[in-house]
């Protein structure tokens, strides 16, 4: 793990090998831990940035306003970095893509997966299934959040844990309890979010864009995959993939590298 100052704040990350670089953003119930398949994968063609989202992980967050999507661009100024291909799962793919949006310049492609985007409000359906499958959970107890939210996001509504690596679901949960504890503390800090929103400018991804869900995730996660590849001019959208929850890129690494390396510029 390294250690780099971004926009006053000090950043953990992982990085490995040389050429084009390629950053990857973590989920919201992760860290930078997830990508632990695709570091070494890619390291063979790419310069692979794996950081932590400020407040998530190993990095700081200092009591002051700050934007993730900025944070991206610190951080490839702080690395010495022009333009760069970010990968992103879950509320890292929502970052990557208001990054783009604000700084396309600085964004050679974009490859999601199970990204949510900026502005868009869930279904009824997903609300009902929250109710169903994790209900009332105490915020401060953070065992019985984590447990909820896994249970949720990566076993997903049409899997029993049963059916899930148990040892996934473990890995899953530790790292959510730490999210938690990072998204308690972001609470009181003022988080800039991208002004319009994403959804209603998915045609402005100019770039190569990727995305991909996998076959048990939310319905309107895989939706959403279907709406931004169809709305970006050079949008692919990859066939769902078998047996695989919220956190495609860690339960099932071999289909998601091998895209990335077909992709990946």
């Known amino acids: 793990m390294k250690k780099i100052e971004v926009n006053g704040a000090l950043f953990g990350y992982d ?11 973590h989920a ?13 994968a890619l390291a063979a063609r790419h310069r692979v940035i794996a950081p932590d989202l400020r407040g998530y992980g190993d990095s700081e967050l200092p009591p002051a306003p700050f934007a993730h999507h900025d944070d991206v661009i610190g951080l490839l100024d702080a690395l010495g970095i022009e ?3 970010l990968v992103g799962c879950s509320f890292g793919g929502k970052v990557a893509v208001d990054t783009a949006l604000a700084y396309p310049e600085r964004i050679s492609a974009l490859a999601l997966f199970g990204a949510p985007v900026s502005g868009n409000e869930w279904s009824e359906e997903t609300e009902k299934q929250w109710e169903d499958l994790v209900g009332e959970v105490d915020p401060a107890d953070f065992d019985a959040t984590a447990a909820g939210e896994v249970r949720f996001w990566v076993v997903g509504p049409t899997r029993e844990p049963a059916d899930v690596d148990p040892g996934l679901i473990r890995f899953a949960e530790e790292m959510d309890r730490r999210a938690l504890a990072a998204e308690q503390a972001l609470s009181a800090v003022e988080v800039g979010e991208l002004d319009p929103a994403a959804i209603d400018r998915l045609g402005e991804l100019r770039m190569p864009v990727l995305t991909a869900s996998g076959a048990d995730d939310l319905a309107d996660i895989r939706r959403l995959a279907d709406r931004i590849a169809a709305e970006a001019p050079h949008g692919v959208r990859l066939p769902d993939v078998p047996d695989a929850g ?9 289909p998601v590298n091998a895209a990335l390396l077909d992709f990946l510029p």
Not at 15 to 25: H, K
Not at 28 to 40: F, V
Not at 246 to 254: A, C, G, I, T, Y
């Open 15 to 25: 990085e490995e090998g040389d050429g084009s670089p390629v950053v990857l953003l």
């Open 28 to 40: 919201g119930i992760a860290d930078r831990r997830m990508w632990r398949a695709q570091l070494p």
């Open 83 to 85: 333009r760069a291909a």
């Open 246 to 254: 919220h956190l495609l890129p860690l339960e099932r690494p071999e």
